[in-house]
């Protein structure tokens, strides 16, 4: 079991239980994905997981944390071939054995089983190219030039078990988009937080769960990630509690 007490080290990111290095990934441990790796669904205990665009593995291994005590296998796959090295590097060094890290294109993806995944997660590239990023690693990581939404939803369509769910963190002002473009591909929306970085800021984010399942009521839920005086709340806390070392 891994020690509570990590010392910090340079070149990724300390969590409580494990240590993402992120120094070879064109996408770095972002808030974006410690919030969908903490708040994604699990209650169906899920024996298949795909992360799509793993990048340096924080979100695979974060559920794999959060299910180490179920039988699953999370298959995380990434276009890029040094995310892929850091992110089985990462579980290694964690001793998650069920993270299967894949350098693979999802969109020519044939996984080896073909029942499909019961929980897809993602925190997907959403800046289109006006601009050229400098370095080519990142803008594959970033723009949605290699995963459109629509590329992204088919892929969903494809891989996804009947029953399955299907999870992503997106900015506030693209979630509409998105939950429209998947109702128009029979995906529903299940489950909604929208997150704010303090109160006196508008949302930033949305944390989003669909299934092919149609729900009679949506739950929807907010969370303010700082109080007034710039302290993270006690809502954000209690969320990140068991990945988090939390200054007192």
Wanted: one cysteine or more; a neutral charge; charged letters at 20%.
């Amino acid at each position: 079991m891994q020690n509570n007490s990590l010392p910090l080290k340079k070149g990724g990111f300390t969590f409580k239980r494990f240590f993402v290095a992120h120094d070879k990934s064109p996408m770095k441990v972002t808030t974006d994905s410690c919030l969908l790796g903490a708040w994604v669904p699990i209650d169906s205990a899920p024996q298949k997981i795909l992360d799509i665009g793993c990048g340096c593995g924080v979100i695979a291994l974060m559920l794999a944390q959060r299910l180490e005590h179920d039988n699953r296998q999370i298959d995380a796959i990434d276009i890029d071939m040094q995310a892929v090295a850091q992110c089985q590097q990462n579980s290694q060094q964690a001793g998650f054995t069920s993270i299967n890290a894949i350098n693979a294109d999802i969109n020519q993806f044939q996984p080896s089983y073909a029942v499909g995944y019961d929980l897809i997660v993602t925190n997907p590239p959403y800046f289109e190219s006006a601009v050229d990023c400098r370095n080519s690693q990142r803008q594959l990581a970033r723009y949605t030039e290699c995963l459109n939404f629509q590329q992204l939803i088919d892929t969903v369509k494809r891989l996804l078990k009947p029953k399955g769910q299907f999870c992503l963190v997106l900015p506030y002002h693209l979630s509409n988009q998105f939950r429209l473009l998947c109702e128009s591909n029979q995906l529903y929306l299940l489950q909604l937080m929208n997150v704010r970085y303090s109160a006196d800021k508008d949302f930033s984010l949305s944390l989003l769960a669909f299934s092919f399942i149609q729900p009679n009521k949506i739950d929807e839920q907010q969370l303010c990630m700082r109080d007034g005086d710039g302290r993270y709340s006690q809502d954000f806390r209690k969320l990140l509690a068991d990945f988090y070392l939390f200054r007192k």
